[in-house]
């Protein structure tokens, strides 16, 4: 950063005089913990990739507002005084990761900005300006979740069956098998950013959480979906694992003979995406079935 010279301090000295004159919103970060999650396999059957779905980190407040609501994760940017003027100590990414690490014992890991949330109503405290992100967890991370600081638990919520469509969104959330929660509300679509949530119907969530929620799922469905799947899956992987979840993040189904024409989009074309691991398999665990290839992101 430029040093301050003379002149700038007496204009900031100026300038600061007339901060009473400006509302002063307090910032946060909230930050949309995703996962893979797979549903289990019924005894005696088998598939080469068991139903993909997605997992959330939600935490339980343990102190007013919203005491015992389910809410993301998150908190306030912190600041300090000097010179008689609050002063930002962090960056709202910072913020994100320090919030996470306290709240839920996990650090974070592809940080994704989604978008600020700057309604004056959104808080019913003061006026609070949020900065979401989605932070990103491949399958089996953050196990170890659990609640901390005014969190007083963590859970991973599996959202099965979404759908975000025409106009309407319906994301149920579920714990332990039984329906937690279901949010619906409607959006308007948009060309660059996937839309905007325009109502939520019953919010069950602490805050703004569940508009929160339905915006950063409609931003990541404005990427590219052959691409957004890597972000899902370990390094090495087969074509199914592939295909589940892209048929999950697109709510298209690919059917078994239009496989091979898939494959081909993903590898001959003039960008490919995917190349094979050359001389390596799957590892069954067990299961009596012939082995399937193993692929691999492109490096570019």
């Not at 978008?115 to 300006?129: A, E, L």
């Not at 949530?197 to 990541?220: C, G, K, W, Y």
Request: aromatic share 12%; net charge neutral; proline share 5%.
């Amino acid at each position: 950063m430029k040093a301050q010279t003379p002149e700038d301090k007496k204009r900031i000295e100026a300038y600061n005089k007339t901060l009473d004159q400006y509302p002063k919103p307090s910032v946060t970060a909230d930050i949309i913990a995703v996962r893979p999650a797979y549903s289990e396999l019924d005894e005696g059957q088998w598939r080469e990739n068991p139903k993909f779905a997605l997992e959330v980190l939600f935490i339980k407040r343990g102190q007013w507002p919203f005491e015992g609501c389910w809410a993301l994760p998150g908190g306030f940017v912190r600041g300090e005084k000097k010179d008689g003027v609050v002063r930002g100590k962090e960056s709202v990414r910072d913020c994100a990761i320090r919030e996470l690490l306290e709240e839920t014992h996990l650090e974070a890991a592809h940080l994704i900005p989604i978008g600020v949330f700057s309604k004056p109503d959104r808080d019913m405290r003061t006026w609070i300006i949020s900065n979401a992100f989605v932070c990103v967890y491949r399958r089996g991370e953050g196990d170890h979740a659990r609640g901390g600081d005014d969190a007083a638990m963590a859970r991973w919520l599996r959202l099965d069956s979404p759908s975000i469509r025409e106009g309407k969104f319906n994301l149920p959330f579920y714990e332990d098998g039984k329906l937690a929660f279901c949010l619906t509300g409607m959006y308007r679509e948009g060309d660059l950013d996937g839309g905007t949530v325009t109502s939520v119907d019953d919010n069950p969530l602490a805050f703004d959480h569940a508009e929160i929620i339905a915006q950063a799922f409609l931003r990541m469905l404005s990427f590219d979906k052959k691409k957004l799947v890597f972000f899902f899956l370990p390094e090495k992987f087969t074509l199914s694992n592939y295909i589940d979840i892209y048929q999950y993040l697109t709510r298209n189904s690919i059917k078994k003979q239009n496989i091979p024409s898939f494959r081909r989009q993903l590898m001959d074309t003039n960008d490919p995406l995917l190349e094979v691991c050359e001389g390596e398999w799957e590892d069954l665990g067990g299961r009596a079935h012939a082995p399937a290839k193993l692929y691999r992101r492109r490096s570019c």
